[in-house]
């Protein structure tokens, strides 16, 4: 009997699996995701299954369908030995995965075969339509897949975890992904802060999770609670020293603490287990960039070799970051950067430029490149229109943010210094307005938009700049 490619695809829709979820290639660097994806099989025991079901979906994003079967063949092994009494629970999203591959490979019975298999199991694991509800953990490894897509995927993911606990409030594999998820939407030094309390929840479910005690530890440094977060940091190295994972969080709470050279030493070690990992060459790279800031701190006129030894060493690592992932976005700024910390500047000029081509970044990203690039020209080029320009655009994503307070405070500089010189341009008149609008001095902003109006008679933003201002005062 052929199947129908229609009902087909309006049944495979209906499946709970990577294929529904709506996980973007363009938003994630696969490359890097299945390098990753690796790693956590051959290191992490908890989340094999969900590890080869994720890879499944990279492998057939990147064409690969053969190799997309042979992870959905390893899921299968593992559920099959290690919960050999819920075979069919376990793997609802694994056939989900083969159904929707056999589709796109133009096998449609066996695609059928596999559609049909989820639609029997779940109906026989749930009394309920709502099938999904009781079977808590696919919320779960939706939760988890959306975190591994990236910033934008971080809100679904905490609403995926809430529905997984909302059945399940003590399972720890719910409460460490909803940990994880809640960990990376806060700011930085957010107090009070809601992941610590998750975090210690998760930790006293699962307490040989070594990975979830590294993120505590560096949320308790941003508190201020250092001495506290060095004890999980401790337990942690104690219990899983080679952990590629951990070794790097170790690393970064003690990069931040300043002990830099046990930092250094526990990147390296992680290097020797994982030696391609993008994040690692990073890591050491703002280490030794750290090591530069400590050394011109410690003395007026540091010796000029120490300097170039340290700049060297960290545009080495930045770079190897880069050529390992191509669209790093932090490490072709800390490079961009470095290399202007080394007068390089025709360098620091193509790094910037490449940085503008990543096509995955976000409105902080851009934020922060604009501010950067900006002071660059500022700073170093002296070219202060060019300059101005940048720090606008910075402007122009109107999220509070520390980039945004950088580029206000350029821009008021600049602007005050060529106004003080004698500048009759309306433009910086009314570029000075805007920032003292957008810093609340209204008053100062009417003068602003006074003046460039008595510049430029007549202009439709300067005149409607100012009503807005008069009515709000």
Known sequence: ??????????????????????????????????????????????????????LSYVCHLNNSNEEALRNLQKAEEVVKKNHPDEIDRRSLVTWGNYAWIYYHMERYEE???????????????SSTPRWKDQLPEIYAEEGWALIKFGKKYYERAKSCFENALRNEPDNPEFNAGYAVTMYRL????????????????????????????????????????????????????????????????????YRRKGELDKAVKFLKKALTVTPDSAILHHQLGLCYRSELIQLKKAMKYPPQEQVDKLIQLSIFHFKRAI???????????????????GKRYEEAEEIFQKAFQITILSDDDKQQLYCCYGSFKHFHLKKESEALEDYIEGLKFKKDSYYLHKCKKALKMLLEQRIRRGSRDATDFGRLGLVHKLNGENHKAIECYEQALALYPGNEDYLSALSELRLSI
């Open 323 to 341: 050529e390992k992932k191509t669209n790093f976005f932090y490490s072709y700024v800390d490079l961009a950067n470095m290399y202007t910390e």
């Open 186 to 253: 806060e700011y930085p030094f957010q107090t009070p802060s809601l992941s610590v309390k998750l975090l210690k929840r998760a930790i006293e479910l699962d307490p040989e999770n070594t990975p979830l005690m590294v993120l505590l530890a560096l949320k308790l440094q941003d508190l201020k609670q250092t001495d506290e977060g060095e004890r999980y940091i401790e337990e942690a190295m104690k219990a899983t020293p080679d952990l590629p994972h951990v070794l790097r969080y170790a690393a970064k709470f």
């Open 111 to 125: 695609a059928q075969t596999y559609a049909s298999k989820v639609e029997k199991s779940s109906r026989e694991l």
């Open 1 to 54: 009997s052929t199947v129908s490619k229609t009902s087909l695809k309006s049944s495979l829709l209906q499946l709970e699996c990577y294929f529904t979820w709506t996980l973007l290639k363009q938003d994630v660097d696969l490359s890097d995701l299945e390098e990753k994806i690796n790693h956590q099989t051959e290191f992490l025991i908890k989340s094999k299954v969900r590890s080869y079901n994720l």
